[in-house]
């Protein structure tokens, strides 16, 4: 009985698990010249994957119900309220071996300060499948799941090409995948206001 009553819930719409990723968007010029360098990663190492991927810094990756959706984009609302806008600095690349190449991140402060205030959400992230998976260590990923050859000879090149880039981050978006989907929808923006957020009961009467 009770592997059907699960069954069924997961066959409601707020009852299936969907995948979210919070990340940072560069701006569309420099979205362009990154989403350049994947494609001609792709034609030069038969890796068609790498034009796929869409250019982001990923801040957070969680599993949940979608019927926590409403309570988590409030919360996610919140935290965006007060924080600030920063500087990304874009700056050459980097790699996972033998498997990723990525460009690097220069300017990781920042964006360590907004996943750490992620953190206290957590307990509305966690699912029975899996917890929440902060991402401190900043990159965007022009290459993943490479086979060692692709990996080798790419790595041999793009260790020593050159990039620049810089954006502001203005604020982050919530994106979703649902189970037996492809790709990522975007779910909600939330700006970031650098307000002063009420954190304690006694600020409420100040």
Same mark, same amino acid.
């Given at each position: 009985?009770?592997?059907?009553?699960?069954?069924?819930?997961?066959?409601?719409?707020?009852y299936?698990?969907?995948e979210?990723?919070?990340? *940072?968007?560069?701006? !569309?010029?420099?979205?362009?010249? $990154?989403? %350049?360098?994947?494609?001609?990663? +792709?034609? =030069?190492?038969?890796?068609?994957?790498?034009?796929?991927g869409?250019?982001?810094?990923t801040?957070?990756?969680?599993t949940?119900?979608?019927?926590?959706?409403?309570?988590?984009?409030?919360?996610?609302?919140?935290?965006?309220?007060?924080?600030?806008?920063?500087?990304?600095?874009?700056?050459?690349?980097?790699?996972?071996?033998?498997?990723t190449i990525?460009?690097?991140?220069?300017?990781?402060?920042?964006?360590?300060?907004?996943?750490?205030?992620?953190?206290?959400?957590?307990?509305? *992230?966690?699912?029975k !499948?899996?917890?929440?998976?902060? $991402?401190? %260590?900043?990159?965007?990923?022009? +290459?993943? =799941?490479?086979?060692?050859?692709?990996?080798?000879?790419?790595?041999?090149?793009?260790?020593n090409?050159?990039?620049?880039g810089?954006?502001?981050?203005?604020?982050?978006?919530?994106?979703?995948?649902?189970?037996?989907?492809?790709?990522?929808?975007?779910?909600?923006?939330?700006?970031?206001?650098?307000?002063p957020?009420?954190?304690?009961?006694?600020q409420?009467?100040?």
């Amino acid at each position: 009985m009770k592997t059907d009553l699960s069954t069924n819930l997961s066959s409601l719409p707020g009852y299936r698990l969907c995948e979210y990723l919070l990340v *940072l968007h560069p701006h !569309e010029e420099l979205w362009n010249k $990154i989403m %350049e360098t994947k494609k001609e990663f +792709a034609r =030069k190492f038969e890796s068609p994957s790498a034009e796929w991927g869409k250019p982001h810094i990923t801040l957070l990756k969680f599993t949940q119900l979608q019927l926590m959706e409403e309570r988590i984009v409030n919360r996610f609302k919140m935290i965006a309220m007060a924080m600030p806008a920063f500087k990304v600095e874009l700056k050459d690349f980097g790699s996972f071996p033998s498997h990723t190449i990525y460009l690097n991140v220069d300017t990781k402060v920042a964006i360590q300060t907004l996943v750490k205030s992620l953190k206290p959400a957590q307990s509305l *992230l966690k699912s029975k !499948e899996q917890k929440p998976h902060f $991402i401190e %260590e900043s990159y965007i990923t022009i +290459a993943s =799941k490479l086979l060692p050859w692709q990996y080798e000879k790419g790595w041999l090149e793009y260790s020593n090409k050159h990039f620049a880039g810089r954006f502001i981050a203005k604020g982050m978006l919530l994106l979703r995948r649902r189970e037996g989907m492809k790709s990522y929808q975007p779910v909600q923006k939330f700006e970031f206001l650098n307000m002063p957020v009420v954190t304690t009961q006694g600020q409420l009467f100040v």
